[in-house]
């Protein structure tokens, strides 16, 4: 692609996503909608102004790597101890409930097949679609209201990333399924390692950061650095130990999160996020949505597909709330907070796809999904925290 047209299309996603978010704020509705939205208009569905692409792409996961790790360097890490069982807990029963509830959607739609055979195995597929929580519209939406680091929003933030985990466990057991020669165990202790290095790397470079910061206080260096790090571990828990980038990123926010200029950082980061990667994120989700090739039988089973992906969450992880004494109202926002799918999503159907399991008519569903869970959740949010804000922010 030219430079030049490079330049158009930023020009056309950043100015397109101020206004529409100046619309959605003017509207009562949180700014990330209105971004949300701004794709959908430039992008091919309707203007057809910007095409998605590698570069648009690229930097749209920037973007929600800066997001994560300005979560990270926000994390209360005393609210973190408290929710760890309970977002644990929110997290297992996030993936199961709709893990089954994809299965048997796939199910009602082509003929019960017994376990074992190709059917049952598709279905449970289009269960592991249904399964990861994309955090990063969240976690906008939250701060975005100033409840991020409240007792329910770092239980979402906390479950959402347990959550991104377990699900890719998980499709790695049931592509094993199909694939005998995959191995879940070297999985399962690839992420155990990962965890281990980030806990123990990760206060290492913590009790630096605090030597660094106490000798260059306020400084350039801090940011750079911090950034530097994101990208690192972004780049690693991707890289080696085949975990989502957007975790590595919120685990290097946690490591800094309690030095003297974490504020700083964030600051600093927060504005490249803002003024660019950020937008393009939100603006991508919109440039990917093409209805154009969808007949009424996917139609009705994309319908089912984002009610089941959706009522699943906040059936499951509400439970979970509410067995852990959160109150009703509580235990939907942890419902609610939990229903957005994005790029894991999509990630997970792209596999899919190159494996021959599913064709590409299922990316209409996926698509769906993540456009409604995007624009639906901030709303959502706004309204519960409107009618129930925390009782300790």
């Given amino acids: 692609m030219e430079t030049y047209v490079i330049l158009r299309d930023l020009a056309i996603i950043i100015l397109a996503a101020k206004f529409m978010a100046i619309v959605a704020k003017k509207c009562k509705a949180p700014g990330v909608v209105g971004e949300i939205i701004a794709g959908l208009v430039i992008g091919p569905l309707l203007l057809n102004l910007v095409k998605p692409g590698d570069f648009i792409n690229q930097m749209a996961e ?51 097949a017994p376990p074992g055979s190709d059917e049952f195995f598709r279905g449970l597929f289009v269960g592991c679609i249904m399964t990861a929580t994309s955090v990063g519209i969240t976690v906008e939406a939250l701060r975005e ?156 089973f994309s319908i089912c597909f984002v009610l089941v992906a959706m009522l699943t969450k906040v059936i499951g992880c509400g439970a979970v709330g509410k067995i852990c004494r959160f109150r009703f109202i509580d235990c939907m926002k942890i419902g609610v907070g939990m229903m957005t799918r994005g790029e894991v999503a999509l990630i997970i159907t792209n596999k899919g796809l190159n494996l021959g399991i599913i064709d590409s008519s299922y990316f209409t569903a996926v698509i769906l999904l993540i456009i409604i869970s995007s624009i639906s959740v901030p709303l959502l949010l706004k309204f519960l925290y409107h009618k129930a804000p925390d009782p300790e922010t």
């Fill in 145 to 300: 209201l100033g409840y991020l680091k409240g007792r329910v929003g770092q239980t979402i933030l906390s479950a959402a990333i347990i959550d991104d985990v377990i699900g890719i466990i998980v499709l790695t057991f049931v592509l094993g399924l199909r694939d005998p020669s995959s191995n879940t165990g070297l999985v399962i202790g690839k992420t155990m390692l990962f965890l281990i290095i980030s806990l123990v790397g990760g206060y290492l470079v913590y009790r630096l950061m605090k030597i660094v910061d106490a000798r260059y206080p306020h400084t350039r260096r801090i940011p750079i650095i911090g950034l530097g790090l994101c990208f690192i571990m972004a780049y690693a828990a991707e890289k080696y130990f085949g975990i989502a980038d957007i975790t590595g990123a919120y685990v290097a926010g946690i490591i800094l999160c309690n030095i003297r200029d974490a504020a700083y950082i964030d600051r600093k980061v927060s504005v490249n996020s803002y003024m660019i990667f950020a937008p393009v994120f939100f603006v991508a989700i919109g440039l990917k949505t093409d209805f154009s090739h969808i007949d009424s039988s996917m139609l009705l």
């Fill in 62 to 112: 920037i973007g929600v790597i800066l997001i994560m790790f300005s979560a990270g360097l926000e994390t209360n890490l005393k609210e973190l101890k408290k929710s760890g069982l309970i977002a644990l807990a929110v997290a297992c029963v996030g993936v199961a409930v709709p893990l089954g509830g994809g299965l048997l959607l796939y199910l009602c739609f082509n003929g019960f």
